[in-house]
């Protein structure tokens, strides 16, 4: 039974792991009604409450991570230009 629980739970393990993502571009637009970023890709990410939204303009860089939830790319931290 032992053996069962731990590869089910390394199975969830890996599972939460392809959720999570990290990327890099361009801010397109920001959307301060929504709480969202639009990259120069096209993706949009989903800001939290805490994140400083005055701070970010569009043309600025990022580097985010974020997890995917219910179908939405959630910023979960984010790196910006000095």
Same mark, same amino acid.
């Given at each position: 039974?032992?053996?069962?629980?731990?590869?089910?739970?390394?199975?969830?393990?890996?599972?939460?792991? #392809? *959720?999570?993502?990290?990327?890099?571009?361009? $801010?397109?637009?920001?959307?301060? &009604?929504?709480?969202?970023?639009?990259? !120069?890709?096209?993706?949009?990410?989903?800001?939290?409450?805490?994140?400083?939204?005055? #701070? *970010?303009?569009?043309?600025?860089?990022?580097? $985010?991570?974020?997890?995917?939830? &219910?179908?939405?790319?959630?910023?979960? !931290?984010?790196?910006?230009?000095?």
């Amino acid at each position: 039974m032992r053996i069962l629980t731990g590869a089910v739970f390394a199975t969830l393990l890996s599972a939460t792991a #392809a *959720l999570a993502g990290q990327t890099e571009g361009h $801010i397109k637009k920001i959307d301060k &009604d929504t709480m969202t970023m639009t990259l !120069d890709d096209g993706k949009s990410y989903k800001l939290n409450a805490e994140m400083d939204v005055d #701070a *970010l303009k569009p043309g600025m860089d990022v580097v $985010i991570a974020y997890d995917v939830t &219910d179908g939405q790319n959630i910023v979960t !931290d984010m790196e910006l230009p000095d």
